[in-house]
């Protein structure tokens, strides 16, 4: 069988995670299945912030034959065991974590039932992870030799994006993906309304049978060439734009690197946090309506102290919502393109992760490509709705009335009737894992999708849990005070201390033997240099 020829436009961290992961998936064990082109514009830059990423990376990585050592070397990375939430219930300095790693004892949990009945002396996540104080303590999750300390910690990185996209575009070049720089300029369709080929500002054609748009907000194939409309969600989701800073530890090195990503809520939105090895990324993720970006620059330099007036400042506008179909005819969206949700849980790079991962599974080698289209679509389309009800709710559970953007995103007309349905569910019975069986809860609405491509589908989109399951779910409810009007009419209000799961406590009185400090292990195992600290506040 013939190679299948494949044109990815694009190449920020998307395309290029595409074509390093479908080149390893389905080139291998001496096969020659595909044959990948990138075209990428030398005018268009790529976004690559400094971001964040979820456990499902270490999947790519693995499929690649990335060794993380040389990963975090090349990507200026450093771990990532949680995102701590600063100031969302009250907007204070309180703060709480959501972990990726959580005890669970066996056969029966009953932690989050057991934690509503005390007297929530410490934070939920606290009583089932010993993650949060190791993040706390600053130590990273894996140690400099070989490991003995127990069950594995499970983590994902920071990274920077722009040398990721460089790192796998190195890698995939030298393994045949051919890659050109140039601009594209037009798209030319078949009578039958498929993509023939694209043409290019220096006079190339490329012709191919699968083409992978993955040129960002730009959408060239997708949108532009084939008309596929955008499903907007900031109706939801309020916030359109960061603006973003880099703090170079040369200029300022607080004196250790955080073993986690922090969001800290600001009056518009929230702020993040991302360490790397030579500086850390910040980004003032903001709704326009509520914050013009003269003042959100302004609260974002005061947020980090007199050491950032200096610093320069960027503005990243973005949209929140997806692509009717994200793989209409022989057309695939992949990455911005395709979708965006807001990077509170950083699941950008993981919805161009799965994607890529989803289109190796489902790869047309043959034959009518409709009912493969029609399964993509719908598991996009899924995961999708499973991450931004998710998002959503970490906003519509504050307690904040300080300002408007704060006690709009309250309003019952901001929260996705799927979200309501789980949380009027949840007031009756707390989360448990049988939740995530179809995630299809009482007074959930009828949402057919439009990717009901199949006749006979008219389903709503469910969650399967996968990526934010009860674990996740319990983590951001309780640490937002979820359920506390209700647990003192059940439980009374004189109720017993809450306590620590026997094995996190062990664990916790073992971690400081067992793990270096964060910032010893990327010195020793990375490379990352030693800055001295900086005479400036700490926070
Ligand atoms: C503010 C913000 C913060 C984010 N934070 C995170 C985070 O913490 N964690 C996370 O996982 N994700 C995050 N993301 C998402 C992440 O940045 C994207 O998912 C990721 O960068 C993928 O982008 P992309 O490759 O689709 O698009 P881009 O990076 O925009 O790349 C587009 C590519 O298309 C090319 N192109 C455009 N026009 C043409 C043309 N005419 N011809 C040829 N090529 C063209 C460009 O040159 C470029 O190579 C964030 C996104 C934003 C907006």
Redesign the pocket.
Known sequence: MPAKQVLI???????WMAAAYLDAALNRDGRHVVDISL???PE??????G???VPHINHILAVVGINQHEFMRRVDGTFKQSIRYVGWLHGRSEFYHHPFTRYRPTPLDHSGLRWLESNRSIPFTETVSAQPVICELGLAPQMLGPWDFGAPLTYAYHMN?QKFADYLCELSTARGVRHLRD??VEVELEENGDIAAVKTRGGERLEAELYID?????A?LIEKALGVGWVDCSKWLLCDR?V?MHVPYERHYPGYVRPYTTATALSAGWV?E?PLQDKRSL?Y?HASAFVDDEAAERELRSFEGPHAESLDARV?P?KVGHREKVWVRNCIAI???GN?IE?LE???????DLATVLLAEHFPYRGDMTPLRYRFNRIMANRFYEILDFINMHYCLTQRGDTAFWREVRQPSRIHERLQAKLDYWRIKPPSPSDFEDMFLPGQPDMPLPTAGTPGDHRSPIDNGRLFGVDSYEAILYGMDFLREECARWYGEQRPPTRVAQVVAQRLAAAPQKLPPHDMWLQRSSGMPRYGAATAANR
């Open positions: 436009v694009g190449g920020g961290s998307a395309g075209v990428e514009s268009v830059p790529r976004i690559g912030v971001e964040a990423t994006a601009h594209v993955c040129s960002g907000f730009a060239l960061a973003t993040w991302i980004g993720v990243v973005f990455g911005l393109a965006f990077p950083s699941t950008g790079l993981y919805l161009s």
